[in-house]
């Protein structure tokens, strides 16, 4: 089995691939040299998963990481995990979680700064999103036959939606207050409708459609999400249960739509909530004229790419396969770029074939930590997929 490449040898890689000088104050340079790279948990023979690249699992105060685990072949069925990073103790938030794959397992997310945690699970074919206040362990189920999105690990908001595969009555975006335990139906899909009719009846053939996939800004006056047209029934275990296709982006204080792209790669709010960063290393900005963008010059394009952008907007962090970046062939790999341009460096290049059995195969999914100083993501490198850690070398 293929474990973890030699410490030295990873730090020459890291050198290696730096494509220009490092001048002082380039963000880029601390991670060129004595970066540590590491499992996240010491616990062997289960898969351990970082939920997605659009979520931090580090607490906000540093001190814990949130992931799932599982001991199933196929990472399905697990528990959501809190991990004490000075002891590395793990405390059980839930147990015997069922989920839809291993590729966003539970959508576990920390909450209210990380006081509470949510995920969504299925119990006998309905689904119901959970919150769990970390203090006491004692949990909330929020709202049933719905999915839970992504919001912001500060914030008290979390963006639900009705199950892509057969929404029911649940076809709009509603967000649940963790302050007030309410839940608020927020954008609309006949909102959607009435904007974008045109491109919904090209993309969907007049299908009825729902609003799918929902990712709070930062400073959770917007929200962007997917449109999604179920083909009905239960079996969400199928890349075919949905059609899903586009950005809306709807800004909660005009209670409008106000931008929208007529195709998906894997969206990123920036920090200042008003630029969306896209596959292909794109800058779209919400605020100008729909379908334009900027491009970040000087960087690899990786393909199977999940890029998301550092607290402090300075870095972008990505994974997909390693090769133009000068990783081996079909291996992938963990690349940081300056958000400037022309300066990049691949941290970590490795097999992502093997790892969990899930029929939607999971991918590393690299994240920031809020301080800016870790970067997690999972690495399928054997017979288990695992949450790695790479932390950059201290001042």
Partial sequence: M?????????????????????????????????VRLAPVSAVMGRHTIH?????????????HVLF??????????GEVCMLDRATGKETVLA????TEDAHRAACQQWLSGGRRVAFHEVINKRWRVVVVDVATLAKTIVAEDRQLGFGQTAGDLLPLYGCHWNPGPHRDLELWDAKTGKLTRSATIAEVETKYRDWLTKEFAGKPCSIFFPV??????????????????????????????????????????????????????????RHIFEVGNLRFDTESAEGKYTRLAGVPNLRGSHPSISPDGRLMVTDGYSEPAGGPPLEWGIMVADMNG????????????NGALSWRRNDPHPAFSADNQRIYYNVSDGQFTRLFVAERAKP
Avoid at 6 to 18: D, E, S
Wanted: hydrophobic share 40%; aromatic share 12%.
């Fill in 342 to 353: 022309g300066k990049w460096v691949l941290l970590h290049s490795f097999v992502q074939s």
């Fill in 51 to 63: 939920t997605y690249y659009l979520a931090n699992p580090e607490s906000p105060d540093g001190k």
């Fill in 68 to 77: 799932f685990s599982s001991k199933h072949p196929a990472g399905y069925v």
């Fill in 95 to 98: 147990e015997n979680v069922h």
């Fill in 216 to 273: 709070l800004s930062p400073d959770l006056k917007r929200g962007f999400f997917k449109i999604a047209a179920g083909n009905g029934g239960d079996n969400f275990m199928a890349k075919g249960a949905s059609q899903r296709q586009g950005i809306v982006c709807y800004d909660f204080a005009q209670g409008k739509c106000i931008w929208q792209r007529g195709k998906w790669g894997h969206p990123a709010w920036e920090p200042d909530s």
């Fill in 2 to 34: 293929n474990t973890m490449r030699p410490l030295l040898a990873l730090v020459f890689l890291v050198a290696l691939k730096l494509n220009a000088a490092s001048p002082a104050g380039d963000p880029v340079a601390p991670w060129t040299k004595g």
